[in-house]
């Protein structure tokens, strides 16, 4: 799922609707969290909301909509409450949320689309409203989009995740007569208060924040780099996909290498760049989240606390126990660790890294069909704000730092660094290695430069001698057409002197037979001549089919000619069988 910022987000144009639900204070209180306390006490706000946009499949009618937004609202508690001020002091308020009303937002002459969410958002997602979340709708002759902001005090990214697909299943369960029912989840009020409840941290844990915050100069850690005056600016915001399905598979196949986790490798990453430009560790604030138990993972709210991640070394090892360490040191209530300092000792700077793994999530939308994206506000900046996500179509991250000449030079800089870092590990990753003996192979996607070599191995072939031509433009283009499509998979296998001595076509075929099985299709394999019978095409095929199953695949199938009765053998030791009869003709 991308990242994304309202300044980036390109919603279609089309009629945007908010739904105002009607919401009235009840007079009960709730307890208000450490970070939330944080975040309401800097009053309303522009752009301290966070919000998802997504596309439904099918035109809904807008009383169908708001039914099913009024069953997700009465499902999470958080959702029925917002802030007020007593005696200066931020208190929660449970929320009476009954059925309300929709209402158009014209988009004026000349305005952008995402201009006017944004406007929406800025003004009725803030601390202090009530309630502190819109439902937004797009309206369109084709589907429509949703845009579901709220204040950040009630919701974190897994939260937004919960919503979309409560929101779903209330849209199956109602035709917009009535509101449907789900079944009620805890509140993020019974988190805070059973955080409360926790043993305070340990001396250890107290010694070892006092000592990141003093390595920082008695603040919570800052980016490494002059960022320009220390004073909020303008933000700018950088959208960057850093590696895709594959290339994401093969860092995470070299952080299993190493024995350590994804996570542990980027950090290991950001830890080399860090040494290497500023000469200094990786020091950055690090939200960790605070579902400790099960019992939270379907519901709304902050669940995040803040700790802070040191890595000095960036071998993989020493950055998994800097992520252990990071992790122990936010697991206990903040507001007795900081107290020494009054509260978090924030100041202009401030560096912090997030990270979350979809993939790992127990909560699963498909963001795909959905085009569903994480919409960030604008706001003014003075620290940096870096965030990753990893989910099925690779590792994606989104970075907002002030927008001044010193900032874009050295966060710019260090972006840079860190995606070309991660690039080079996920091309150099055990994942693509193939070992035979003395001999090492790499498996990687063919490049434009490689076709002439592909051609070659095609033709070095008793077929293949009278089917390719030496037309190498005809090929380029069609390698081109290949390229595109991120359901192909064009392998070349080099040698220890990066020559090409082998390839393979993968397909990624999804069929709703076989009870809607993906499939592997293996086509054009081919070895050369002098490495042939030493074990490369089976390890080949090893490669093929781990990556048929990353990609989801639970079936291998290939076509081969009649004659080639020497390959029929090589594919039944494999394992394949030849279980049907192929047709083809000529069209």
């Known amino acids: ?95 009476d949320i009954t059925p309300g009303e929709w209402t158009e937002h014209p988009i004026a002459s000349g305005q952008a689309v995402n201009d006017a969410v944004r406007e929406v958002l800025d003004r009725t997602c803030t601390p202090f409203a009530t309630p502190s979340h819109r439902l937004l709708v797009l309206e369109t002759d084709l589907r429509p989009t949703v845009v579901i902001g709220a ?29 449907p029912e789900l079944a009620l989840v805890p509140p993020f009020a019974e988190h805070t208060t059973s955080l409360r409840e926790r043993d305070p941290a340990p001396e250890d844990v107290h010694r070892r924040w006092a000592e990141v915050i003093a390595a920082s100069g008695e603040v919570m850690p800052r980016f490494p780099l002059p960022l320009g005056e220390p004073v909020k600016q303008a933000e700018r915001v950088e959208v960057r996909d850093v590696l895709g399905v594959d290339d994401a598979a093969a860092l995470a196949a070299q952080a299993r290498g190493d024995g350590v986790s994804t996570l542990s490798t980027v950090v290991s990453a950001m830890t080399a760049v860090t040494r290497d430009l500023t000469g200094s560790p990786l020091r950055a604030v690090f939200p960790v989240h605070s579902r400790y138990e099960s019992t939270w993972h379907d519901s709304v709210g902050w669940f995040i606390a803040n700790s802070v991640l040191e890595s000095a070394d960036p071998d993989p090892s020493a950055c998994a126990a800097a992520v252990r360490e990071a992790v122990h040191l936010g697991s206990w209530p903040l507001a007795d660790v900081f107290a020494p300092w009054g509260g978090m000792p924030e100041a202009p700077g401030m560096f912090a890294v997030s990270w979350l793994d979809l993939r790992r999530l127990p909560v699963r939308v498909d963001a795909a069909g959905l085009d569903a994206q994480y919409v960030g506000a604008s706001i003014r900046a003075d620290g940096v704000m870096l965030w990753f996500i990893l989910d099925e179509s690779g590792l994606h991250l989104r970075c907002r730092y002030p927008d001044t000449d010193e900032a874009r030079r050295h966060v710019g800089g260090w972006l840079d660094a860190l995606v070309r870092d991660l690039r080079a590990r996920a091309a150099e990753s055990v994942g ?19 076709v002439a070599a592909i051609v070659a191995l095609l033709a070095d072939d ?113 394992g394949y069988e030849a279980s049907h009869v192929g047709f083809k003709r000529e069209l």
């Not at 009383?63 to 931020?90: I, N």
């Not at 204040?151 to 897994?158: G, K, P």
């Not at 693509?432 to 490689?450: I, K, N």
């Open 1 to 95: 799922m991308r990242l994304s910022n309202v300044a980036h987000l390109r919603p279609p144009f089309g009629r945007l609707h908010g739904y105002d639900v009607t919401a009235r204070r009840t007079g009960r209180r709730l307890p208000v969290s450490f970070d939330q306390h944080r975040h309401v006490e800097g009053g309303d706000r522009p752009g301290s909301w966070m919000a998802i946009c997504f596309t439904l499949p099918e035109p809904v009618a807008r009383d169908r909509l708001s039914a099913a937004w009024l069953a997700v609202v009465a499902r999470h508690g958080t959702l029925r409450s917002g802030f007020a001020l007593d005696g200066g002091e931020p208190v929660l308020e449970e929320l």
């Open 151 to 179: 204040d950040h005090a009630h919701v974190d990214m897994w939260s937004m995740l919960v919503v979309i697909r409560d929101l779903l299943a209330a849209l199956d369960l109602t035709d917009g007569d009535a509101v």
């Open 432 to 450: 693509g290695v193939l070992e035979l003996g003395e001999r090492r192979y790499r498996v990687r996607r063919a490049a434009r430069s490689d």
């Open 462 to 574: 008793e077929l293949g001698a009278s089917r390719e031509s030496d037309d190498i433009a005809h090929y380029e283009r069609v390698f081109d057409a290949i390229a595109r499509d991120r359901g192909q998979y064009l392998a070349v296998v080099c040698d220890e002197h990066d020559a090409v001595v082998a390839t393979m076509q993968l397909s990624i075929v999804p069929g709703l037979t076989r009870n809607g099985a993906t499939r592997l299709l293996i086509e054009g394999v081919r070895v050369a001549s002098g490495e042939r019978s030493g074990g490369l095409g089976a390890a080949m095929f090893g490669w093929a089919h781990e990556h048929g199953r990353s990609h989801g695949a639970v079936l291998a199938q290939l076509t081969t000619d009649a004659v080639r009765t020497r390959a029929h053998a090589f594919y039944e030791r494999l």
